[in-house]
């Protein structure tokens, strides 16, 4: 057999088409972008139709619409950023939408496009091939970020005291090296009364209590900086920025507590865990549900959280 031959025969073997049984009925594969959905309806090997919408609401409606009247039971799309959350809230309702990684799904080497992505999404949709994020619930997802947003907002808080710290030292203000707390009522009282203009150390003094951890002359010693109207005016732009932020905590306690008057039971269940208390009970809720059907077993729940260590082994040794 001649060279030639051999390379034909190869070449048409490599591109045979590798057959999968079906498992859907009707699927769609929907490759998401920032302004650009690509939608295929595939239902069986050779019948697969692609549109393309934009990814406006009035758009999503009419591939809602679309899929609906093809008789799609299942869709399937990429975790594209924060793209695919539209387009996951206006179908989750009327289809079951299995969120994919994108690294588990991606075709054979060669052309990409948007088309042929859908397809290949599509085709594995049918297969029953493809493996779904976790996704909890609306109000769930909804608890999720409200949750996340308080966090950050306490961490904000932390930093604008840390820069208030920072303003005291250049202005060779010691209070950190005299008080446990800055923040703590003493502290507070006595930045209050710098912003306010306030430079006798007698006055400052007033707010000294024999509770302190250092002696009335190393407090006094403390307080004896050099503190300009610029420093006057750091501090109150930091603490306006604090007491703004403890007003969005509020605000933020308030819906998260409307949020979760559905699940007190399992608020409290937690709580009985050493070390658990309210506010980690409402975060891990946030994070993974109630429903623990979602994780077929405490190990598969563990390993999602990120808590199980990772395994390494090669050649009969183990790396990590």
């Known amino acids: 057999m001649t060279t030639f031959a051999k390379e034909t025969i190869f070449q048409k073997t490599k591109m045979k088409e590798i057959g999968f049984t079906q498992m859907v009925s009707v699927g769609c594969g929907i490759d998401v972008h920032q302004n650009l959905i690509v939608a295929s309806i595939r239902k069986n090997a050779d019948e697969v139709d692609t549109r393309e919408f934009e990814a406006y609401t009035s758009s999503l409606t009419s591939l809602r619409e679309w899929c609906k009247k093809e008789g799609v039971t299942h869709v399937a799309m990429e975790s594209t950023g924060v793209y695919w959350k539209p387009v996951f809230n206006v179908l989750e309702e009327d289809f079951e939408v299995i969120l994919v990684n994108a690294r588990h799904v991606k075709n054979v080497p060669g052309h990409k496009t948007d088309k042929k992505d859908s397809r290949w999404l599509s085709k594995l949709l049918l297969s029953g091939l493809l493996k779904g994020s976790f996704i909890p619930p609306r109000d769930i997802r909804e608890l999720r970020d409200l949750v996340r947003y308080r966090k950050k907002v ?53 707010h000294y209590h024999g509770k302190q951890k250092v002696s009335r002359t190393e407090f006094r010693k403390a307080l004896e900086g050099r503190i300009t109207e610029h420093h006057k005016l750091m501090l109150r732009i930091h603490k306006d920025s604090i007491l703004d932020k403890e007003a969005q905590l509020q605000r933020l306690d308030i819906a998260i507590d409307k949020a979760t008057e559905a699940y007190q039971v399992e608020i409290d269940l937690l709580q009985t865990i050493p070390g658990v208390g309210k506010d980690s009970a409402v975060s891990i809720i946030s994070e993974i549900g109630v429903d623990m059907s979602r994780f077929p077993d405490e190990t598969h729940l563990s390993s999602w959280a990120g808590m199980s260590p990772g395994n390494c082994e090669t ?6």
Do not use: F, P
């Open 154 to 206: 306490v961490g904000q808080i932390a930093s604008e005291k840390n820069r208030i710290i920072k303003i005291l030292e250049d202005a060779n203000i010691k209070l950190s090296s005299v008080l446990s707390n800055v923040d703590g009522a003493v502290g507070t009282k006595v930045i209050d009364d710098l912003i306010n203009g306030e430079t006798s150390l007698d006055k400052l003094m007033r």
């Open 315 to 320: 050649g009969g040794k183990k790396k990590v």
